[in-house]
């Protein structure tokens, strides 16, 4: 007989009570074998929140989380750059040095069509256009969604997977890619199993995504990069395990170091020339640490195989 391994600072599995209703289960795989990973993770609202890890699928996440209208008024806020975000113009974002610009043309034939979820101001749906791909996008933000369709970019308003607008939804893609967009799904078995039947077949998926493991949340609260209304934390062993279960085939994995790990906070430096110098930093660091463990990379660049 096996005993179980000992859990994160010896707590006890999670038991949550909801009405009369007793529930110990992931939100995500509903498996009973979950407990605390860290505790008193400071929101942005001023609450605190733990995180919690399924033993199954390995996903990090928050209990109790926000509510959906303290993520509207987030959202909100980001749209109004009270959180140090903008709106920047799209072209700025291609280089041939960009680290995904590399793996597109290195892992997918760049040619046919392309959907970039969750595109913001269309900056990722711009690459895709310039690497070869018919590309379109689709955003939840009114203003954002406006401010790529100025930009000549074929962005329409929705959200995914719950309400995908017709011009998206009607057409079948050979790229889809998801940059850094879930970790505020509820339902990521539904989401990407809907994005299977989206592509063709051998179709690509690319995902970029800060990871639970990163050592940024070493000295960092678990809400401090995509704020409250976070729905998940993934981790490398969860996207392996939610691909697989949904009918990819992983390709390439890469481990990248975020601009936020960088000394003096060069990561928001909006200067033009300071902003090369950052990028060329960056891109230097991507590369380097492909070579390092990758389960301690900031974020993970996967790209998999509809099979």
Not at 38 to 56: E, F, H, L, T, V
Not at 77 to 88: E, L, M
């Amino acid at each position: 007989m096996h005993n179980k391994p000992e859990m994160a600072y010896g707590e006890a599995i999670l038991k949550k009570t909801i009405g009369d209703v007793m529930e110990d289960n992931c939100p995500f795989c509903q498996n009973s074998d979950v407990y605390i990973y860290k505790r008193d993770q400071k929101a942005r609202s001023g609450d605190s929140r733990s995180i919690y890890k399924c033993r199954k699928c390995s996903a990090l996440y928050p209990y109790p989380k926000f509510n959906k209208a303290e993520s509207s008024k987030h959202l909100l806020s980001i749209s109004t750059n009270q959180d140090g975000y903008k709106f920047d113009d799209p072209t700025r974002a291609v280089s041939h040095r960009n680290p995904l610009v590399k793996i597109l043309r290195k892992c997918t034939k760049c040619r046919g069509t392309a959907l970039d979820i969750g595109t913001f101001d269309g900056r990722f749906c711009f690459i895709l256009g310039t690497v070869g791909f018919r590309a379109y996008g689709v955003e939840p933000q009114k203003n954002a969604v406006e401010f790529a369709r100025k930009h000549g970019l074929e962005v329409f308003q929705g959200s995914f997977p719950e309400a995908v607008p017709e011009e998206v939804c009607g057409r079948k893609y050979d790229l889809i890619s998801l940059m850094e967009i879930l970790c505020y799904v509820d339902n990521i078995e539904k989401t990407l199993r809907m994005i299977n039947g989206m592509l063709n077949d051998d179709g690509c998926l690319l995902i970029k995504n800060h990871q639970g493991y990163s050592r940024y949340y070493d000295s960092n609260s678990y809400f401090s990069r995509y704020g409250d209304y976070i729905q998940c934390i993934l981790t490398i062993e969860s996207l392996r395990y939610y691909l697989n279960l949904t009918g990819f085939k992983i390709v390439k994995i890469t481990g990248e170091t975020s601009t936020d790990l960088l000394p003096l906070g060069m990561g928001r430096i909006r200067n033009a020339f300071l902003g090369k110098v950052v990028n060329k930093i960056y891109n230097f660091t991507m590369l380097e640490h492909t070579l390092l463990d990758i389960k301690r990379a900031d974020r993970l660049i996967i790209t998999a195989k509809k099979i």
